[in-house]
């Protein structure tokens, strides 16, 4: 048995009154893995994404996040995570350095350490001339990747990227996606959605959803195989045929 498990859901499930949202799911998850986890709209995956974050308790089952249970221990889970989405991760009305400060603060880094911390990350993005310009000015990708930094800014155990790069450019996809690695070399956990089957060729391993449900879980290569599939859009478009609800 692996003793590096920082993700660990048994028959996790999320109902809302007759409806299943998230329906059995059981499934561990690695330190410093990057893992996907997929699924077509209605698939159920922000659902369980939010349980996973502490922002919602589950109906049944059991989920440990980072050795923190999802029932009592919800606000050390938050303390102890990074998150990302791609509807809202920075304050475009503040400059860049101060949603690095804001965040760090909320994070609950020590001024020391908020200095340290924004230097290192203002010099590795390249961005100490703009450091006072304000994030709405930023190109999207810019944005996200000050987002992706700011949201490790406190050296999680796990970061959750909620379709980070959506409408994001392919160049500056693979940028960020070089980012991730980073992260992951370091020892910090990746847990991402996307919609860009491209980018499951990146992770070690991908969870596929469909109506609730883990339909498939394994590596890219081995998914592949295993319904004699090119990429993993193939892989994809065979498991949602499955789908039969549209909406979570």
């Not at 699924?39 to 349980?51: F, L």
């Not at 999207?140 to 990227?161: C, D, E, R, T, Y």
């Not at 394994?218 to 859009?233: G, Q």
Request: glycine fraction near 8%; aromatic fraction near 10%.
């Amino acid at each position: 048995m692996r003793t590096d498990i920082v993700i660990k859901a048994e028959s996790l499930t999320k109902k809302f009154g007759a409806f299943t949202a998230v329906d059995n799911i059981s499934f561990e998850v690695y330190k410093g893995e990057i893992f996907g986890f997929l699924g077509a709209n209605g698939a159920g995956k922000t659902t369980a994404m939010r349980m996973l974050c502490g922002l919602s308790i589950p109906s049944s089952g059991e989920a440990n996040i980072a050795r923190f249970d999802v029932y009592k221990e919800t606000e050390k889970i938050k303390s102890s995570i990074g998150y990302m989405s791609q509807k809202f991760s920075l304050y475009e009305d503040l400059t860049i350095v101060e949603n690095i400060n804001f965040f760090g603060g909320i994070y609950g880094l020590s001024d020391a350490e908020l200095k340290e911390q924004s230097n290192i990350l203002i010099e590795r993005l390249g961005l100490k001339i703009n450091a006072n310009k304000l994030v709405g000015e930023l190109p999207l990708g810019w944005k996200q990747k000050l987002a992706f930094s700011v949201a490790i800014i406190h050296k999680p155990s796990i970061v959750f990227l909620d379709e980070p790069t959506g409408g994001v450019d392919p160049i500056t996809r693979r940028q960020f996606w070089d980012l991730i690695y980073e992260a992951a070399e370091n020892g910090i956990t990746v847990f991402v959605t996307t919609h860009y089957m491209d980018e499951a060729e990146y992770c070690n391993r991908v969870s596929m959803m469909v109506d609730g449900k883990i339909a498939a879980l394994d590596s890219p290569s081995n998914l592949k195989r295993e319904y004699n599939a090119e990429t993993m859009d193939e892989v994809f478009y065979i498991l949602a045929r499955q789908a039969k609800r549209q909406s979570d």
